[in-house]
């Protein structure tokens, strides 16, 4: 298994509620929007049925894995930044033949009013990559307004995928939101600094500049990995690719150096698309890596 037996099996099929933690003298946490059904063999295609009649505690009422989706608040003191943007204010149904169900968005900018912060607090913006489910409220017009929410934020992007951008039409994010994001963006490179506290890692495979964002305060980090994983059933499976990985061969070598990283002293993971187990760290206590999520 790769979850403890003492977690509730709950926590692997629901959306994730805000959860905060500290790091030092950083504040981190995550801020839903909405979630996402992904269909387990579509979406992971190198499973097998046996595979998810031996872990029914990862599918829902209706045969699916549950994804959350939101972003990531990093605080320290009066100042934010914003790991991805949520899905915004929208609503897809389940269609035939896509290897992810129904997705909804729309909570993010409400959560974020709830942990006291206005979306004009965002200093920065910074994206793991271009999908659509990251980039919602900073195109979106927020609510009785023509501009995006984050009136005064910058957006990062790793150089590589922003160059590369005309490879995400292809996985559903439209060249009329690349234009919106245009003129905030400004391009970041492996191992930059981006607010204190947060350097970025690159690390391609799932999109050809997908970024990882690794946050060290107090003599602990965490790595925030995106969409390197979308269930913590990968972490003793690192060979199982999401069928929208660009690369599987480049997003499974990283999943598997990630696994390593995430087993060392404190070290934390957070991952975004993790239901309701989205940090936590990984033990090698047994025969395979195992997620162990905070409480």
Not at 237 to 265: M, Y
Request: proline share 8%; glycine share 10%.
């Amino acid at each position: 298994m790769s979850i403890t037996l003492s977690t509730s099996e709950d926590r692997l099929r629901r959306p994730a509620p805000i959860r905060s933690l500290r790091l030092g003298d950083l504040t981190v946490t995550y801020v839903p929007d909405g979630a996402v059904q992904l269909r387990p063999r579509a979406w992971l295609p190198a499973t097998t049925d046996d595979v998810w009649a031996a872990h029914p505690e990862y599918l829902d009422e209706s045969g699916n894995l549950v994804a959350s989706i939101g972003g990531l608040l990093v605080e320290r003191g009066e100042r934010a930044l914003l790991i991805d943007a949520g899905f915004g204010p929208q609503a897809l149904p389940a269609e035939p033949g896509n290897p992810h169900g129904a997705i909804h968005g729309g909570a993010l900018l409400d959560n974020l009013a709830a942990l006291g912060r206005e979306p004009a607090d965002i200093e920065v913006v910074a994206f793991t990559h271009l999908h659509i489910d990251h980039l919602g409220w900073a195109w979106h017009p927020a609510p009785g307004s023509d501009r995006p929410a984050f009136v005064n934020a910058a957006y990062l992007i790793s150089e590589p995928e922003w160059t590369h951008r005309h490879l995400s039409e292809a996985q559903g994010t439209a060249r009329e939101i690349l234009d919106i994001l245009a003129p905030r963006v400004r391009t970041v490179t492996d191992g930059q600094e981006i607010f204190p506290g947060v350097t970025v890692r690159v690390t391609p495979g799932h999109t050809t500049g997908h970024a990882a964002y690794v946050i060290a305060s107090g003599g602990q980090r965490l790595i925030a990995f995106g969409d390197a994983l979308h269930s913590s059933i990968q972490i003793d499976h690192p060979d199982w690719s999401a069928a929208s990985d660009h690369d599987s061969a480049q997003s499974t070598a990283f999943r598997r150096q990630l696994v390593a990283d995430l087993a060392e002293p404190d070290t934390i993971g957070f991952g975004i698309h993790f239901a309701d187990a989205q940090f936590g760290h990984v033990s090698r206590d047994g025969a395979t890596p195992a997620w162990r999520p905070l409480p």
